[in-house]
């Protein structure tokens, strides 16, 4: 299990997060990377408040389906919030132990979910029953080694940023992500580089956001005492012009 709690607060920040123009861009590259067709059934694991699963619903139209599962009772409110087309669904489910039978899918995503996930060859091999004979499955996550984030304390950032690796299970999964899949019985098709960058601060970015995500979870947690979280915090609120963000994300396309 990770540190990281998806309750309301959090899942709100999230919900928040995925408007930026960061990650919406982000979605538009995996809905363009899967070529979804008409009549395919998709399953989203950890579709969390639900945007990707309504923007692949035009490609498959009523013809197909998009279910998506989560396991934050608190991320599915926000999905079912979402106005999404009858042919996309929402429920409970775990990346570890999916409620569907063998082969129902045509295709399966999994965005910044597997990070999280402490028994990946599970996962895997979960996502690969769910799928049918030629079936495709998408995974991005980050690797959190890749971040570039100026500032004005090198050191403070470097004990921040390792504090806030505490909230995942691997924070360096895409580097395994190959070799995991070829274990699954998966073929890796395709992979490539999202970046995520901001040359300058906004508060409609996806990086303003993580400031104030990483303050959430460090705060009370102990590591970083809180008046370092928030000098941090202030300091690359005010670098002005000096202010520049960098991460790696990675798609990883495997077939059955």
Partial sequence: MTAMRFDAATSRRVEATYTTPDVVEQRRIIVGALSLQ??????????????????MAPAVGPSGS??????????LSLAAGR?????VTFGPGDATDLPFADGTFDVVTSTQVYEYVADMPRALSEARRVLHRGGRLLVLDTDWDSIVWACSDADRMRRVLGAWDA???????PRRLAGLMA??????????????????????????FLIGTIAAFLAGRGGVPPDEVTAWADDLTSLGRDYFFSLNRYVFIAST
């Fill in 38 to 55: 008409p009549g395919e059934r998709v399953l989203d694991i950890g579709s969390g408040p639900g945007f990707l699963a309504c923007e």
């Fill in 66 to 75: 998009v279910t998506g599962i989560d396991p934050s009772q608190d991320m």
């Fill in 83 to 87: 106005d999404a087309p009858a042919h």
């Fill in 167 to 173: 909230h995942l299970a691997d924070p360096y999964l």
């Fill in 183 to 208: 274990d699954a019985g998966l073929e890796v098709t395709d992979c490539r580089v999202v970046p995520l960058l901001n040359t300058s601060y906004s508060e409609n970015s996806y990086s303003a």
